[in-house]
C-alpha cells in the first residue's frame, strides 16, 4: 500500500507561511508563527514520532501546511513554484536541452536562455527551500534525542525511533548533496547549531562532499535493508544510490576520481534490484507498485498530499495544444513546458519506447519560445494507472516522483568503467545497458556491441532513459557539455541556433538576499 504523505502541522524551528524569511540565517530561528507548538506538545505517543518523519518526506512535494499551497511555507508569488521538486526541475532540465517553458512567470525564462543572475527569484527560492527543509530535519533531530523521548516508549518504539533519524538523516545528506550540486560553497547547518539568529560559514565543495560521504557511513546499519522499509521511506539502497551517483561526479565537484567507489555502491545495489517489464509504467499514478526497479521515489497521493510542484506539475504543464488531457488522466493542461528538437533527435521515434513525444499540432523546432505549439511535448509522466482507470484525482495526481532506479545504476555502472574506474568489465556494461535497450525497442534491435558503448553514447542514453527525472543538467555539466560550445541547443544562451554561455553558469548564485544578510558569504565566482 502507498504511504500517504499527509501535511501534519508539526511547525519545525522555523518561521512558517507569511512570517517565513528567505535568509539562510533565519532559516533555523525560534518560530514566530502562533500557530507554532513545541517539540514537547507535537511528540506525545511513538505513533506521533512517525508523523513528525512524514513532515520531513512531505517537505520535498509540498508548498506548505494546507491544500496545494494555503499556508505555504516560503511566502510570495504562486505557491506551487517554491515546491522542492518543481525548482529542481527548474535548475535541473529547464536550463537544458531537454525542457523549455512557454509561460513569462517570473525569472523563469533565464533558466533556457542561461542568464539566471543571484537575483533570479526562482533560484532564491531554490536555495531557500533546501535550508527550509534542512531546518526541519534538524528541529526534528534535536526533538528526538533520547533523552527528550516520552516515558512511555516500548522498546521497539525506540528501535523504530532510532530508524527514523537515520532516516531524517539520510534525506538532510540527500539535500547537501543537492546543495553541493546546484550552489557549490554553502553553509552546514546540523542539529547541533544553535536556535536562533546566527550567520553560518560558508563551506568548501570539498568539506560538504566530506560531509554527505560520514553521514551515511554512520547511519548505513541503522537503516532498513533494502526493499524492506515501508513505501515512500528510504532504505539502504536509497543510501548506496546517492553515494554512487556523488561518486560519479566527485571529478566535477572536488576534481578527485572516485569511479571506482561508484562501482562498488552500484554492485551493492545490483542484487537486491530487477528492471521493470514496461518503462511507462514506472512513470503511470501506480508506479509504486515497481519496487522491483524503484529504488526511492518521493511519494505523491492526490487526495491527501495535494500539491502543483512534483508530479502534478510535470503532467500539467507539459499538456496543451491538441493532446487531450484526459488522456492523461487530468482535467486540462497548462501549456507550459516542450522539449528541443536537439533532444528529441537523440531517439529513434519510431521504435524506441521512451520517445513518449506528442508531436499532433506541435511543429518541432521552437521560433518563438511563447508558443506552446512550437516543439514537442514530453508526455513520460500520466496520471493514469498501469489497467487504464484514472489516479484518485483528476488536477493533483498519485504519480510519484522517481528520485533513484536501477536504470540509472546500470547507466552509472558502464560510465565508471568508459571512465577507468575499477571493479567492473566492459561486458557486464554493455549486457546492462542491452537490457534497457531491449526494453525500450521490444526486442534486440536497438542493442549495442561494446565497441559502441562511448562516452558520447552514455551521454545520450541516459537523455533517453532519465528525461525529465531531474539530472540533466548534471550529466551535461560532467560531460563538458552545459556552458560551452561542445554542444549547443536551440535558445542555449538566448539565440534560436544556440551560444556558448560562461563556465560560471555551471553552478547557480548564491542568492543576493543571502548575501546580504550573511557576512560569512562570498559571492558564487562570476556573479
Known amino acids: 500500500m502507498k ?77 506551487g513554484s517554491t515546491v522542492y521538486t518543481r525548482l529542481l526541475f527548474y535548475c535541473q532540465e529547464l536550463s537544458t536541452d531537454a525542457a523549455i517553458a512557454a509561460w513569462n512567470d517570473g525569472d523563469i525564462k533565464e533558466f533556457h536562455n542561461q542568464k539566471w543572475t543571484s537575483g533570479n527569484g526562482f533560484v532564491g527560492n531554490m536555495y531557500t527551500r533546501l535550508y527550509l527543509t534542512i531546518g526541519f530535519i534538524n528541529q526534528y533531530l534535536r526533538d528526538t534525542e533520547p533523552g527528550k523521548l516520552i516515558s512511555s516508549l516500548t522498546s521497539d518504539d525506540l528501535k523504530n525511533i532510532e530508524q527514523y533519524r537515520a532516516e531524517a538523516r539520510l534525506l538532510r545528506a540527500m539535500v547537501y548533496y543537492n546543495a553541493l550540486d546546484l550552489f557549490g560553497s554553502v553553509p552546514i547547518l546540523t542539529e547541533a547549531d544553535p536556535v536562533g539568529k546566527f550567520k553560518p560559514e560558508q563551506k568548501t565543495r570539498k568539506e560538504i562532499f566530506t560531509f554527505v560521504e560520514a553521514e551515511v557511513s554512520e547511519i548505513e546499519s541503522l537503516l532498513a ?214 526494453r525500450a525497442y521490444g526486442n534486440t534491435s536497438g542493442n549495442i556491441t561494446e565497441a559502441d558503448l562511448t562516452l558520447d553514447f552514455i551521454i545520450d542514453e541516459r537523455a533517453r532513459e532519465l528525461s525529465w527525472e531531474c539530472m540533466r543538467r548534471t550529466d551535461l555539466i560532467r560531460f563538458g557539455q552545459f556552458s560551452n560550445s561542445k554542444y549547443l541547443w536551440p535558445w542555449k544562451g538566448g539565440l534560436k541556433d544556440g551560444k556558448s554561455v560562461d563556465a560560471h553558469y555551471n553552478l547557480y548564485p548564491i542568492p543576493l538576499s543571502e548575501l546580504n544578510s550573511n557576512s560569512n558569504l562570498t559571492p558564487t565566482p562570476g556573479y
Not at 372 to 400: A, C, H, I, P, R
Request: aromatic letters at 12%.
Open 225 to 438: 535493508e533494502p526493499g524492506n522499509n515501508e513505501y515512500g521511506r528510504i532504505d539502504k539502497g536509497a543510501a548506496w544510490a546517492l553515494m554512487a551517483r556523488m561518486y560519479l561526479n566527485a571529478e566535477v565537484y572536488i576534481n578527485e576520481v572516485k569511479y571506482t567507489e561508484c562501482i562498488d555502491y552500484c554492485k551493492k545495489i545490483m542484487p537486491f534490484y530487477s528492471l521493470n517489464d514496461s518503462y511507462e509504467e514506472l512513470f503511470m499514478a501506480d508506479n509504486h507498485l515497481r519496487t522491483n526497479e524503484m529504488i526511492f521515489a518521493f511519494a505523491c497521493d492526490g487526495l491527501n498530499s495535494q500539491t502543483y510542484g512534483a508530479t502534478t506539475y510535470l503532467i500539467h504543464a507539459a499538456i496543451g495544444g491538441d493532446y487531450v488531457p484526459a488522456n492523461a488522466g487530468i482535467n486540462g493542461g497548462w501549456g507550459g513546458n516542450r522539449v528541443t528538437s536537439a533532444f528529441v533527435n537523440k531517439f529513434d521515434q519510431n521504435n524506441d519506447k521512451r520517445a513518449m513525444f506528442f508531436t499532433e499540432g506541435q511543429s518541432l523546432e521552437i521560433d518563438q519560445i511563447g508558443e506552446f505549439t512550437e516543439g514537442y511535448m514530453l508526455v513520460k509522466y500520466t496520471n493514469k494507472n498501469s489497467d487504464g482507470t484514472n489516479g484518485s484525482d483528476d488536477n493533483f495526481v498519485d504519480t510519484d516522483f522517481p528520485i533513484f532506479r536501477l536504470a540509472d545504476v546500470y547507466l552509472m555502472y558502464a560510465e565508471s568503467v568508459l571512465r577507468g574506474g575499477n571493479g567492473g568489465s566492459l561486458g557486464e556494461a554493455t549486457s546492462y545497458i542491452n537490457q534497457l535497450r531491449t
Open 3 to 79: 504511504t500517504n504523505i499527509k501535511k501534519y502541522i508539526l511547525m519545525a524551528a522555523v518561521a512558517l507561511g507569511s512570517t517565513l524569511t528567505s535568509c539562510v540565517d533565519d532559516l533555523d530561528t525560534t518560530p514566530i508563527d502562533p500557530n507554532y507548538k513545541s517539540g514537547d506538545k507535537i511528540y506525545v505517543s511513538a505513533e506521533s514520532y512517525k508523523q513528525g518523519l512524514s513532515k520531513l518526506y512531505g517537505s520535498f512535494v509540498l508548498a506548505g501546511q494546507e491544500g496545494a499551497g494555503g499556508n505555504a511555507d516560503i511566502a510570495g508569488g504562486d505557491p
